[in-house]
């Protein structure tokens, strides 16, 4: 069975083609479980690409989203409001990492875009680097710090800036790149679509290192990998290496668009009205949701369990046609003996849903935090029975 079809094929449809469309039609959520219209129930592994990190129709955020609703939905950036406020402390708190400013956005993408350009308008230098197999978005400049969006879909005529590419596992290798002109060094901790892979403390200590002898500065993209996937608040976090601008995204609005860019305050210090602004970012909806998101991780003991499910996939997942075990928290990849989408076909099959990665060979897992050692299990049983 091919996993990828499209929508549009045989009947009419009016989206833009351009996702390859897994053949279930979702009509709703429940917990780690999504319903298709046909009837089937899913095990979702995939979290909406790593977004439902406390699943579907989680009560606090659910309870969030109508209260704030009811409140007032929405006001401009230019009127203060209490809670866009309160969700900042609460996130700058839930990080631990003194980066105390923060820049409330929309998208992945848009928060990469943002501290790209802080690093470049602050540092008035001409070039970035970033790694081999790293993804930033699909923007301008995000785009152009993800490894092969120029040979697969980059679009514009040219990169915004120059940029260069290191090995993700090479610690040694990267004082060749990193130099006084460099503004900014943008990696992925644990990188996501570059297939669940943990770039490892020695890479990210060289990385901090190499920025403070030459004052470029340290972005750390935990869009994928952030908001508790790890099983820390941020990777930053369970390395010890602190950036000097992190993004995140996805799971901080659990299915509500919310993104966040924050800043060191000795960065923050030099920031000038306009050099960043927005219309929906620090929109109300989004902070209330951001909120009860870090309610939901810190008061169920979420990063506990990330930590535990994670323990006991890496235990039990060495069935059938998986091989190993790569990535942290629950950003996991499973090396492959076969190509990694016949597996996921194979899975989706049996009504479990997973995602693949650049790597061929890796299968990935980015479940809810919610996810129990019973629905490992049922993960497990369905690869023991697929051919290796
Ligand atoms: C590590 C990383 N950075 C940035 C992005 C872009 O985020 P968005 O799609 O919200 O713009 C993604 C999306 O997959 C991502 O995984």
């Not at 790149?177 to 996501?192: F, K, L, M, N, S």
């Not at 659990?254 to 920031?271: C, D, H, K, S």
């Amino acid at each position: 069975m091919s996993t990828a079809t499209h929508a549009a094929e045989g009947a009419a449809s009016h989206l833009a083609r351009v996702f390859a469309q897994y053949p279930i039609d979702v009509v709703r959520g429940e917990g780690v479980w999504i319903h298709a219209r046909d009837g089937r129930k899913f095990l979702d592994f995939y979290g909406g690409h790593a977004v439902a990190g406390l699943g579907y129709g989680h009560p606090r955020w659910l309870a969030a989203l109508e209260r704030q609703a009811r409140q007032i939905a929405f006001q401009t950036n230019a009127l203060p409001m209490a809670i866009r406020e309160r969700a900042a402390a609460k996130l700058v708190k839930f990080a631990g990492l003194g980066l105390d400013t923060v820049f409330w956005i929309n998208s992945g993408a848009e928060a990469n875009e943002n501290a790209l350009k802080l690093a470049f308008k602050l540092t008035g230098r001409t070039k970035a680097v970033a790694l081999e197999q790293g993804w930033h978005g699909r923007t301008a400049a995000a785009g152009a710090v993800t490894w092969g969006a120029i040979e697969k879909w980059y679009g514009f005529p040219r990169r915004p800036f120059d940029v260069s590419f290191a090995p993700r596992d090479r610690p040694e290798a990267i004082e060749q790149y990193v130099d006084r002109d460099t503004a900014a060094v943008i990696v992925e901790p644990i990188q996501g679509v570059g297939g669940a892979y943990d770039l490892g403390k020695p890479m990210l200590e060289a990385l901090r290192r190499r920025c403070d002898d030459t004052g470029a500065l340290l972005i750390f993209d935990e869009v994928q990998c952030g908001m508790g996937r790890s099983g820390s608040p941020f990777a930053a976090n369970h390395y010890g290496v602190t950036p000097d601008l992190l993004t995140t995204a996805k799971a901080l609005g659990n299915g509500f668009p919310v993104a966040a860019l924050l800043i060191a305050r000795r960065i923050a210090r030099q920031i000038r009205y306009d050099d960043m602004g927005t219309t929906f970012g620090g929109g109300p909806m989004a902070c209330a949701v951001a909120e009860a998101v870090i309610d939901a991780i810190e008061s169920e003991s979420l990063l506990h369990n990330v930590r535990t499910v994670s323990t006991y996939i890496r235990a039990n997942c060495l069935v059938g046609p998986v091989t190993g075990v790569q990535g942290e928290g629950l950003l996991l990849g499973l090396r492959t003996s076969r190509p990694a989408r016949e597996v996921q076909a194979a899975l989706m099959e049996r009504n479990i849903l997973t995602g693949t990665a650049g790597d061929p060979q890796v299968l990935r897992l980015l479940p809810a935090y919610i996810l129990n050692e019973s629905h490992v299990d049922q993960l497990c049983d369905a690869l023991a029975q697929i051919h290796p």
